[in-house]
């Protein structure tokens, strides 16, 4: 397992999550599955 499928990206789902929720609470999922799974 790469670091891209492992603590990457669970380092980034974190950050952009943070980010959207501060931005708007309702688009977080929405960023994360877009970022992590797009």
Known sequence: MSMQTGAGKT???F???GI??????QCNI???????FG
């Open 20 to 25: 959207a929720s501060v931005n708007h609470r």
């Open 30 to 36: 929405v960023t994360e599955y877009l970022y992590c």
């Open 11 to 13: 380092e980034h789902f």
């Open 15 to 17: 950050v952009w999550g």
